[in-house]
């Protein structure tokens, strides 16, 4: 087990992000999240056989051998009532995503879990949207209404400029989650300008 020191002070916000080889699954033994469902899904190995039947990837972030965070992604449609591009002359109602599948950050950190997310959305713009079409992120942001007071994701996700695929949706939701959207558009074109300028 890990001292609780150990993720003490640290700047997680330029981390490096690793993809989960089969080397590192050994990694987790001290994994300590909030929900304790994401520990098992590590431990239990839900991630492992995820990835071994290419449903997912999956990085994670360690300090020395501890495991600090993972986050998994995966392809997806975006399905919304309203068509959301319809000022770009695009009528369609379902859209190209990625989906964040599971996140976790071990409970002792601070600022992994918006570290994760900005890389995703990073990655997904670098290395994705350049070879596949792809303008959402998606997740499905936890809901669980069955403890005091109810855990809701979403928030989390919200700080980051993602919105309710159903605005609508009522409280507590039907499924324990409610899923939400990222727009990629407007990072894209600024990396893309931002890429312009240095090379000019
Ligand atoms: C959700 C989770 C990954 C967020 O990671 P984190 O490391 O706690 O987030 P950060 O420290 O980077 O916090 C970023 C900001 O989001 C806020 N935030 C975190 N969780 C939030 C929530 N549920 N609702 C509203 N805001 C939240 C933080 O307070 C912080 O705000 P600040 O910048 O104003 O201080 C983490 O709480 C976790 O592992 N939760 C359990 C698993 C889970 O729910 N995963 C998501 C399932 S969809």
């Given at each position: ?69 993972y ?51 990073d ?11 792809v303008?959402?992120i ?23 400029g ?7 949706d ?6 324990p ?15 893309v ?8």
């Amino acid at each position: 087990m890990p001292s609780s020191g150990k993720f003490d002070g640290l700047d997680f916000s330029q981390i490096d992000i690793e993809l989960l080889t089969p080397e590192l699954r050994k990694l987790g033994q001290g994994f300590r999240c909030i929900r304790g469902e994401f520990v098992t899904y590590w431990k239990q190995g839900r991630i492992h056989r995820e990835i071994d039947a290419s449903l997912c990837q999956c990085w994670i972030v360690r300090v020395e051998d501890t495991l600090a965070g993972y986050i998994t992604l995966l392809a997806d449609k975006l399905q919304v009532e309203d068509p959301l591009l319809a000022k770009e002359g695009v009528k369609y109602r379902t859209f190209p995503a990625v989906k964040i599948g599971l996140l976790a950050v071990d409970r002792r950190t601070k600022g992994l879990g918006i570290r994760l997310m900005d890389w995703a959305i990073d990655y997904v713009i670098t290395e994705v949207t350049p070879i596949i079409g792809v303008r959402f992120i998606t997740v499905d942001a936890l809901y669980d209404a069955d403890v005091e007071p109810a855990y809701d994701a979403s928030g989390f996700y919200a700080k980051l400029g993602f919105e309710f695929a159903i605005p609508t949706d009522p409280l507590p939701p039907v499924n324990p989650y409610r899923t939400m959207y990222f727009d990629l558009k407007q990072l894209s074109e600024a990396l893309v300008t931002e890429d312009m300028t240095e090379d000019s």
